[in-house]
T-cell receptor, first 114, second 108 residues
Framework: DAGITQSPRHKVTETGTPVTLRCHQTENHRYMYWYRQDPGHGLRLIHYSYGVKDTDKGEVSDGYSVSRSKTEDFLLTLESATSSQTSVYFC?????????????FGSGTRLTVV | RKEVEQDPGPFNVPEGATVAFNCTYSNSASQSFFWYRQDCRKEPKLLMS???SGNEDGRFTAQLNRASQYISLLIRDSKLSDSATYLCVVWYDYKLSFGAGTTVTVRA
């Protein structure tokens, strides 16, 4: 399996606190993505990165920021967590943006905002 | 309107049965189509691509109807291990769009 790990795996945090989720890859893939998954919804793209320091917004980016200072790490930050951000967060990597093939997902982070 | 819509199920079937389900997509310019499988509390994994001519992978058959904008998945001779949520996924403009999934439970 592709080397992609997410941390933490589970987190409970209080409303209004900042939270950072980490995605780490060992595949040297250029493209990295953050999705959230909620009941009744498919995975929805939050932000993605197409290289170091190159990021762009997805469809549900409000309340989230990202950073990518190294190829292997893509961080997702909730600046001030809200209960609506309780979700399962998946990171994904792909070698090329020009193809739908070759996406690999991390194991997910379950975030609960209380 | 959601880009990809699926019947959430659940589809409860006995071992050995055939089960089939569809999804519809709204963007007629969608370029590629897939079925992903997601086990409970796990990450999605690619099950198979879907081609216009239809394609099989063992007990799994996928079909694409571009005119009606729907994709189907058929599972023959269901196994207990087929119990999962099946995600319909379409590709357009360098992005994947996911359906919410169809849950299949195979019982002994």
């Amino acid at each position: 399996d592709a080397g992609i790990t997410q941390s933490p795996r589970h987190k409970v945090t209080e409303t209004g606190t900042p939270v950072t989720l980490r995605c780490h890859q060992t595949e040297n893939h250029r493209y990295m993505y953050w999705y959230r998954q909620d009941p009744g919804h498919g995975l929805r793209l939050i932000h993605y990165s197409y290289g170091v320091k190159d990021t762009d917004k997805g469809e549900v980016s409000d309340g989230y920021s990202v950073s990518r200072s190294k190829t292997e790490d893509f961080l997702l930050t909730l600046e001030s967590a809200t209960s609506s951000q309780t979700s399962v967060y998946f990171c994904a990597i792909s070698e090329s943006q020009g193809t739908a093939y070759g996406y690999t997902f991390g194991s997910g982070t379950r975030l609960t905002v209380v | 309107r959601k880009e990809v819509e699926q019947d959430p199920g659940p589809f409860n079937v006995p071992e050995g049965a055939t089960v089939a389900f569809n999804c519809t997509y709204s963007n007629s310019a969608s370029q590629s189509f897939f079925w992903y499988r997601q086990d409970c509390r796990k990450e999605p994994k690619l099950l198979m691509s879907v081609y216009s001519s239809g394609n099989e992978d063992g007990r799994f058959t996928a079909q694409l109807n571009r005119a009606s904008q729907y994709i189907s998945l058929l599972i023959r001779d269901s196994k207990l291990s087929d119990s999962a949520t099946y995600l319909c996924v379409v590709w357009y403009d360098y992005k994947l769009s996911f359906g919410a999934g169809t849950t299949v439970t195979v019982r002994a």
